[in-house]
Antibody, heavy 118, light 108 residues
């Protein structure tokens, strides 16, 4: 069974750094793209970017390029989303999801709630 | 970037009724790359439809997708109580793989 398990809730202050994780199991992790999706409070889904763990090829939405960094650690079957300097507007639930061979999001993590507040 | 516009924003219907949700793209989308997701409160989204019309594993046949070009539709033939949720379309052809803003399906 394909599973994506994300790291837990984070509460941070503006300006702090953060790295959240998404661990895949039940499939050949390097061979499938992993995507990150943001959901701000009470709002819709926003596609942030994707990474191919096999060679770390990464694509970003223009809205998120330069704002976050997506990475992956193949031996640990884990993808990451990180910020160098958080803002209050980064408060959201962040989902990771696996892209199928045809690029739709076929399995989702449970989400990580990130709250940024002074 | 392809912009997807979903309508209506909110749809109020009763169990047993038929729901028709629309997703319109700012430019033509290969139907192979159009999907629909369902999200219930406090849960992650779930894939319903991929390739515009193929049901994902375990999705009941009351859910169907159709469309081509710039106009796509998700139809729920007879609403069950568990179908009241928010529905998103997504195009996953050219990057970025954009989502529509969602349609909330609520109980009338």
């Amino acid at each position: 069974e394909v599973q994506l398990v994300q790291s837990g809730t984070e509460v941070k202050k503006p300006g702090e750094s953060l790295k959240i994780s998404c661990k895949g199991s039940g499939y050949n992790f390097p061979n499938y793209w992993i995507g990150w999706v943001r959901q701000m409070p009470g709002k819709g889904l926003e596609w942030m970017g994707i990474i191919y763990p096999g060679d770390s090829d990464t694509r970003y939405s223009p809205s998120f390029q330069g704002q976050v960094t997506i990475s992956a650690d193949k031996p640990f079957s884990t993808a990451y989303l990180q910020w160098s300097s958080l803002k209050a507007s980064d408060t959201a639930i962040y989902y990771c999801a696996r892209l199928s061979g045809d690029n739709f999001l076929d399995s989702w993590g449970q989400g990580t709630l990130v709250t940024v507040s002074s | 970037e392809i912009v997807l516009t979903q309508s209506p924003g909110t749809l109020s219907l009763s169990p047993g009724e038929r729901a028709t949700l629309s997703c319109r793209a700012s430019q033509s989308v290969n139907s192979f790359y159009l999907g629909w997701y369902q999200q219930k409160p406090g849960q992650a989204p779930r894939l319903l439809i991929y390739g515009a019309s193929s049901r994902a594993t375990g999705i009941p046949d009351r859910f169907s997708g159709s469309g081509s070009g710039t106009d796509f539709t998700l139809t729920i033939s007879r609403l069950e109580p568990e179908d009241f949720a928010v529905y998103y379309c997504q195009q996953y052809g050219p990057s970025p793989h954009t989502f529509g803003q969602g349609t909330k399906l609520e109980i009338k």
